[in-house]
């Protein structure tokens, strides 16, 4: 029987497991990429495994995350990376170079490889036929130290995408109405493969749209097929040789089928606060807009600002709506410059940001109170954006710029003529002298830690009997931002736990953290789907710092399952699904931990009550578990 394009890459990269749907796989890493957010922990914990060179064909350190540089603190971490990836044998990218993702894909991204990266935006470079993936920073430091990564073998799904867009419809549109299709909770366990006579109409930049936020799915990755276009775009990159046809055989069986007809598509929009709360922008026609931001590691290619940059030629924003805009790398800003571009952005009154995240993390550009802004980004979780009651809307670039000078949405149906598709430039100007390679002379580099960067902390085993109460009871959908906020004050704290714990669901609860300090240790019960969003491993991390055992819940996502995993907390799941009404903040739960197995079934006692709970553990998850996480449990394998 044929195989997929998961499957041709899973089964070459494949060093433990067999290949059957939902069982775990360990797989050879080629690949690894960390952001500074993510990064500095990710580093630690590699230092603490003594590991003189990384281990993979490539890895690299981006800072892209937390540019700002007001007092010490990220400027301290920028450095310790710096030199840590000197010493280790790691690729660095410094401040302002641009978005890990973007950058990744123009400059290193490879079909047919595994990537894993402490983002979970990684599988952006799936558009360039990649298995790239988003994992915590621990799982990262363990590839680079040459461990497999470890996931449950994905489910399949065929995209099949028919016909070609037309209008002011755009790849964005694509992933938007997918997601409208399957939402948020409908790619846990599955690979997105797109596949169908659509896929040829799509550049690598535009497949890259719709795999950066294929992460919005839930799923484990999205990938295309790696075809004349995927050449052409290397090529353009001056890395032909690192080209290789990557297609799925003819007789290839899929787990599921979503037909996508991109000739019926229109510009869509997802709605606060969720990314698959999609309608069409038409149907919004009237809502003030109070501002605009372009870019993000969805949508600053080359293409997508020029697009912007012509739909702004001889345009004046309206008084009182801001529209920013973040290329995606500093070659994407050369190419806008060298054709002349920058001045339309100018002209038009928009304001030019640095090659970073920047808004769509919170640093800077922030709405209005209660302001509407029609962002490009690939999230738009409440308070994201740095303001609590702000309305982000996610929309394409041509979109967001469209609006942003009506100043109000408007029927697509009016727009006029939409600027002719960008053609992506047959040779594109490198900016690969701007990365700092690993010198030969590594034994001589000195790791400078400047006061920012705290050693880790270690964890104590897994207790037999954990006796507790919930000091913690939340909704469904919790996010990892509701766990740890973003914004510029608190990622800053990434390399330093004691400090950021002080934040663990702060937005949320501002008594958690007194509670947890004055009890020493708890539980959390939340809803469906908790901990889904960023990879952060934070939100993780911070509760084990303040001594949470285990989070019960109805459903859990799958990067923060893995992370809790990492540090030792016991995710579990509720086997009646009920029992989360009986349950409240308070409640008293004692669990034999003797008792539980891989994927069984264990009774909790629940204020004198039987209540049940079951888990999706491996027998290697749950012994990482016991060891007090994955730190602990390597440092007795090795
Ligand atoms: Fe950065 Fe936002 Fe992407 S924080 S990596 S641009 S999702």
């Known amino acids: 029987m044929g195989l997929n394009i998961t499957e041709k890459i899973i089964s070459a990269h494949l060093l433990n497991g067999e290949m059957e749907p939902g069982t775990e796989v360990g797989l050879r890493i080629d690949q690894t990429l960390t952001q500074d957010a993510t990064g500095t922990m990710a580093y630690l914990q ?72 402490s983002d979970s935006h990684t599988p952006t470079a799936g558009g360039l036929g990649m298995l790239a993936m988003g994992a915590g920073g621990l799982s990262v430091a363990l590839a680079m130290a040459g461990q497999p990564y470890s996931i449950p073998m994905p489910k399949v799904v065929k995209v099949e995408l028919s016909g070609k867009l037309t209008g002011w419809a755009s790849a964005k549109d694509i992933i938007l109405k997918l997601l409208e299709l399957k939402t948020v909770k409908g790619g846990v366990g599955k690979v997105f493969e797109f596949a169908g006579e659509g896929v040829k109409t799509l550049s690598v930049p535009e497949r890259a749209v719709i795999t950066n936020m294929g992460a919005e799915l839930g799923a484990t990755t999205s990938i295309f097929p790696s075809d004349e276009n995927t050449k052409a775009f290397l090529k353009a990159m001056g890395r032909e040789e690192d080209w290789s046809e990557l297609i799925a055989d003819a007789d290839a069986t899929y787990a599921e089928v979503v037909e996508i007809n991109l000739s019926e598509l229109e510009p869509l929009v997802a709605q606060p606060h969720m990314p698959d709360r999609v309608v069409t922008v038409k149907s919004l ?108 809307y996610l929309a394409s670039p041509q979109t967001a710029a469209k609006l942003a000078l009506a100043g109000e949405f408007t029927d697509p149906a009016t727009w006029g003529t939409p600027p002719a598709k960008i053609d992506f430039p047959e040779e594109v100007p490198s900016i690969r002298h701007l990365f700092i390679f690993p010198p030969e002379n590594r034994a001589e580099v000195e790791i400078v830690r400047g006061p920012n960067i705290v050693p880790l902390e270690t964890f104590s085993a897994l207790p037999d009997q954990i006796s507790s109460e919930i000091r ?63 990879s952060r491993e934070h939100a993780a991390l911070g509760p084990r710092h303040l001594g949470v055992v285990a989070v019960i819940t109805k459903s859990l996502a799958r990067i923060h399952r893995a992370n809790l995993v990492n540090f030792g907390i016991l995710p579990l799941v509720l086997s009646e699904k009920s029992d989360y009404d009986k349950l409240s903040e308070g409640s008293k739960l004692t669990i034999d931990t003797t008792t539980i197995t891989p994927g069984g079934e264990t009774v909790v006692m629940a204020d004198g009550a039987e209540i049940k709970v079951k888990n999706d553990l491996s027998t290697k998850e749950l012994e990482i578990i016991k060891a007090g996480g994955l730190l602990n449990y390597v440092g007795k394998q090795l």
Do not use: W
């Open 285 to 392: 026609a009237g809502l003030k807009v109070n501002q605009s931001a372009i870019g993000s590691c969805t949508n600053s290619s080359y293409s997508d600002l020029k697009t912007t940059a012509l739909i702004l030629q001889d345009q004046q924003l309206p008084e009182g709506v801001d529209l920013m805009i973040s290329p995606g790398s500093k070659q994407v800003l050369k190419m806008l410059a060298s054709d002349g571009l920058i001045a339309n952005f100018i002209d038009s009154g928009a304001r030019l940001l640095e090659c970073t995240c920047g808004p769509c993390i919170g640093m800077g550009g922030s709405p209005t109170s209660a302001g509407v802004s029609v962002r490009t980004f690939n999230r738009n979780f409440e308070g994201r954006s740095g303001t609590q009651d702000a309305q982000v």
């Open 46 to 117: 590699f230092e603490a495994m003594g590991i003189d060179k990384v281990q993979t064909e490539l890895s690299v350190s981006y800072v892209d995350h937390n540019t700002l540089q007001m007092g010490f603190r990220n400027p301290d971490d920028h450095q310790y990376l710096r030199t840590v990836a000197a010493k280790h044998g790691v690729v660095f990218s410094p401040a302002g170079t641009g978005i890990c993702h973007q950058l990744h894909l123009e400059n290193f991204a490879k079909p047919g490889k595994t990537l894993i990266g």
């Open 472 to 534: 913690l009871k939340v909704e469904d959908d919790i996010t990892t931002d509701h766990i740890l906020p973003a914004g510029a004050q608190i990622t800053a704290l990434r390399s330093n736990i004691p400090a950021i714990s002080e934040y663990i669901f702060s937005r949320v609860d501002e008594g958690f953290v007194g509670r947890m300090k004055a009890a020493d240790n708890g539980i959390i019960l939340g809803g469906e789907n908790y901990g889904q969003g960023s």
